[in-house]
Structures are given as C-alpha cells and as structure tokens.
C-alpha cells in the first residue's frame, strides 16, 4: 500500500504535574530526515524515538516537538532552615571582616541554592506519559501518510488510465499513418519515377516506414505503465522506484513525439508528457 510522506500527528495529556503536548510533522524528502526540539529533563528520550521512527518510517523530514508545562499549583515550596542558617552564620562573618560589605535582601537568600526546597515530580511518570503520546501519535501519523498515500495511488490511476488510452488511440491510428506517408511519398516521386531506381525507391520507403513505426515505443509505454500499476500494490516504500519509471515513461513519450509525423501523433506524444508529468508531481509526495 502506498504511504505519502506528508501528515500530521498531535497528542497532549494532563495531569498532577502538569501538561505534555506532543506533536509530529512530516514533509517528501528523499530521505529519512529526523529532527527533535524536546524539554532539556525529557531530552534522553530522543535516541529511543529515533529508533522507533526509523523502524517503522522510510523516507520524509519528521519534525518532533514535545511541550512540557508544569503544574506550580500541585508544587509545595519549603525553607530549608538548616541550610538558611547555615548562609545567616556566613553571612554574619563575612559582615564581621568586611563592616561595609552590602548584605542580600530576602528575596537574594530564598533565591540562593539549597535554601528553597520543592516537591520534586517524578521525572519517570513524566517519561512514561511522553513515550505513551509518542506511540499513539507515531500510529496517528502514519495512519495520515497512508489516507493521503490512498489518495496519491487514486490520482497515479487515473493518469495511467489517460496514458492508455492515448497508447491504444495511436496503435489504432498507426498502420493508417504509415500507409499514408507511403501514399504520400509516392505520389511526390510520381513525376520522377523513370529516373529513380525502383529498388532504392523501396529501400527509402522502407526507411520512412521503419522511422514512422512507433509499435516498439508505444509496447514500452504499456510495460512500464503495467509495472507502475504494480509498484502501487506493493508493501513497503515504492517512491524511488516510481520515480525512477516515471523517467523511463518521459523518455518513450519524447521518443514517441520525435519520430511523429502527423499531428495526431504530436497531440498524443504532448498529452503524454503531461500526464507523465502529473504523475510525477505528485510521486514525489510518495514515500
């Protein structure tokens, strides 16, 4: 089944010590491109997110953000006496050998280390509750990247159809091409028949015929349509592969246009490179 590379993905959870809001975004990139903007106390999660991205992920740019927002209400904030009194004693000596010195304030001592104690939120609860939103957006988004790669697959079809009926239309209209250039050449070499050779005359109408003959290009246009229709029920990534096949597909249909000769041909050759060219626009959105 076919996955795209762009989707969008965001899960958040509440809780006593606060909010985590997490949020995953991917972009087409020809390769798998991860990137993390994590809380500096949940930072050592990331080596296991890659992990988990990179087994279930291919290709695309993925964007990782996680919020944490603690909760200041559910925190109980404490003096810790010993340590305060143990800053007043070296505060008194400090101002027993310096008499000038300027003494801090009490917001300066509360906001000295180890004077302030808070209740510490169990980091681990806070990690479990990450990895859980991780999991279940990591399943989000590439529940995204296969709904958009459906609909890739659906819009591929229906150019491959296109491609088709443009290859039927000229197989049918062939013969009666290359019969009439023959008709043609021949009634332009009518006045000068006598002096030609009859049997270089029927080599140079072979040449035209063979020049005019695009039966070999159009059997490779329906072959590597057949193999695209393929590609898009396999499993796995396929984008590389159809792109690949989508620059065989330009190549036949530019070999197709150089060697047209009326103007329905021409049409048909244009009308292929543009349906090639949708095709292509938007294989490069597939993983």
Not at 5 to 28: I, K, P
Not at 101 to 126: F, K, N, R, S, W
Not at 129 to 147: C, P, T, V, W
Request: a negative charge; one cysteine or more.
């Amino acid at each position: 089944m076919v996955h795209s590379m762009t989707a969008f993905a965001r899960r958040s959870q509440d809780a006593d010590w606060g909010n985590l809001q997490l949020e995953l975004r991917s972009v087409n990139q020809r390769y798998l491109d991860l990137h993390f903007r994590l809380p500096e106390a949940l930072r050592d999660m990331e080596p296991t997110w890659r992990d988990q991205l990179r087994s279930r992920l291919a290709r695309g740019k993925v964007e990782c953000t996680l919020r944490f927002i603690p909760n200041a209400e559910g925190t109980s904030v404490t003096v810790n006496r010993h340590r305060l009194d143990e800053l007043a004693r070296a505060l008194h000596e400090v101002r027993s050998l310096v008499p000038d010195a300027t003494m801090p304030d009490a917001l300066a001592l509360l906001d000295h280390p180890g004077v302030i104690d808070t209740e510490e939120t169990d980091i681990e609860q806070i990690k479990h509750a990450a990895q859980s939103l991780f999991a279940h957006a990591l399943d989000d988004l590439i529940a995204g990247r296969e709904r958009e790669g459906e609909q890739l697959a659906t819009l591929i079809r229906t150019r491959l159809a296109g491609i088709r009926e443009q290859v039927d239309a000229i197989r049918i209209r062939l013969p009666t091409i290359i019969e009439g250039q023959r008709n043609q050449l021949l009634e332009r070499l009518e006045a000068v028949r006598a002096e030609l050779d009859p049997q270089r005359l029927e080599s140079e109408l072979t040449l035209m015929a063979q020049k005019a003959d695009v039966d070999e290009e159009l059997d490779r246009l329906a072959t590597h349509v057949n193999e695209v229709e393929r590609q898009l029920g396999q499993s796995g990534p396929v984008g590389r592969r159809l792109d690949f096949l989508m620059q065989e597909l330009n190549r036949e249909a530019n070999t197709l246009s150089s060697k047209s000769v009326v103007a329905d041909t021409t049409r048909s050759a244009v009308e292929l490179k543009v349906l090639i060219e949708q095709m292509r626009e938007q294989i490069q959105n597939i993983e």
